[in-house]
């Protein structure tokens, strides 16, 4: 059982910048691929970002990439998702989320099911 905490989230103006943690209970966070999801009410949850356990590669929707960086730090079980030059459509809840298969393809890594733990959300919210 892996418990997740994110922290990090508000308000931010369109075209600045915020940054996500995900605070992990285990002390193997580097045997986890984890990722960012985003979702807005009534919708389905996306990925944002993902970064698999063994190589480090990272995985991001087309809509971030350039703009957003995740990035783990296993001495401290925490992983982070760097936001820039952040847009209005960037708003939603944002999720991490950790599993231990392995991340082998896209299709895989963008797949919710494929993550059993996953923290409570914290809101972003981008003003125009």
């Known amino acids: 059982q892996v418990v997740l905490v994110e922290s990090g989230g508000g308000l931010a103006q369109a075209g600045g910048s915020l940054r996500l943690s995900c605070a992990a209970s285990t002390r193997t966070l580097g045997i986890y691929a984890m990722a960012w999801f985003r979702q807005d009410p009534g919708k389905e949850r996306d990925l944002v970002a993902a970064l698999t356990r063994n190589d480090g590669h990272a995985y991001y929707a087309d809509s971030v990439k350039g703009r957003f960086t995740i990035s783990r730090d296993n001495a401290n079980n925490t992983v982070h998702l760097q936001m820039n030059d952040l847009k209005p459509e960037d708003a939603a809840v944002y999720y991490c989320?950790?599993?231990?298969?392995?991340?082998?393809?896209?299709?895989?890594?963008?797949?919710?099911?494929?993550?059993?733990?996953w923290g409570q959300g914290t809101q972003v919210t981008v003003a125009s």
């Open positions: 989320a950790a599993t231990s298969a392995i991340l082998r393809t896209a299709m895989v890594a963008f797949d919710p099911s494929r993550y059993p733990y």
